[in-house]
């Protein structure tokens, strides 16, 4: 089902190498240009994950997705370009002392036999580049990045330095899975209340000159002159800013069920 050249006119590159400066162009890019987003499952559907519905949705919709998504179309350009990769599932931690279910898919890429972490799907504190995976701290974008080995997990763990300290993302360990376990987690992800994405909308693009990310209706905008958060108002609000920040195609109605939605979960008990 994929064809690189409408994929590379939808993320904006040209043909490239197997090399380092080509992975990192071909994941900087598509971070830049097709959003990390939940809608699917915030408004309590379950995402396909056939290969035919992923190319529709991502690259001829221009709409956006969550890892399994994202890194599947990602890994579908790795392996069109010729580059070696394996996948992996990993453990979201997000701060916590350890991981929940497997529920992070992403890419080991091998390059003159050095390992780089791939990963164009878990939104907003990940990298913008690939990370070797190797001991020390790496700076990516202005922000350090480093690996640590979790004893009782067995899991080696990304860490993204805060102004507070260091930050776990996500851990993986070398466990293979087959393509059911993928299926299993991204019905969980979609509908399990413990999972984030069924109770919260949740956004993010890694533009050339700033992140942007939703949660719910607050939009945090950083850039190299710092960050700031505001409100989203109203239904239009919301619409406005799918298509000029996120680059999202999506219809006035979904808009108003997404707004709908936001209302849901939003509103004082009682």
Not at 14 to 37: C, D, M
Not at 70 to 91: D, I, S, T, V, Y
Not at 224 to 250: C, D, P, Q, R
Request: proline residues 6%.
């Amino acid at each position: 089902m994929f064809e690189f050249e409408p994929y590379a006119q939808r993320i904006g590159v040209s043909l490239s190498n197997p090399t380092k400066g080509g992975l990192v162009s071909l994941q900087r890019a598509q971070l830049a240009t097709i959003a990390f987003e939940n809608i699917e499952p915030f408004l309590g559907r379950v995402p396909s994950l056939e290969p035919a519905d992923i190319w529709a949705k991502l690259v001829l919709q221009k709409r956006g997705g969550y890892c399994f998504e994202l890194n599947w179309l990602f890994g579908e350009a790795l392996k069109h370009l010729g580059f070696q990769a394996k996948p992996l599932l990993g453990r979201v931690r997000m701060g916590a002392p350890a991981g929940g279910i497997r529920s992070h898919f992403a890419w080991i890429v091998t390059i003159d036999g050095e390992e780089w972490l791939a990963d164009a799907g878990f939104g907003g504190p990940g990298p913008r580049e690939p990370i070797a995976i190797r001991d020390g701290v790496q700076t990516i974008a202005g922000t350090n990045f480093r690996f640590r080995e979790d004893g009782e997990t067995g899991e080696r763990v990304l860490e993204r330095q805060n102004p507070n300290g260091w930050f776990a993302l996500f851990g993986f360990e070398g466990t293979r899975f087959a393509p059911i376990d993928v299926e299993g987690a991204n019905y969980l992800c979609a509908l399990w209340p413990r999972q984030p994405f069924r109770n919260s909308l949740r956004m993010s693009i890694r533009l050339p000159d700033e992140d942007v990310a939703l949660l719910n209706r607050g939009l945090k905008r950083t850039g190299a002159s710092g960050g700031n958060t505001t409100e989203i108002g109203s239904a239009e609000e919301l619409a406005k800013h799918f298509v000029e920040l996120f680059g999202l195609a999506y219809d006035d109605e979904t808009v108003m069920q997404i707004w709908a939605r936001l209302d849901e979960i939003t509103k004082p008990a009682g």
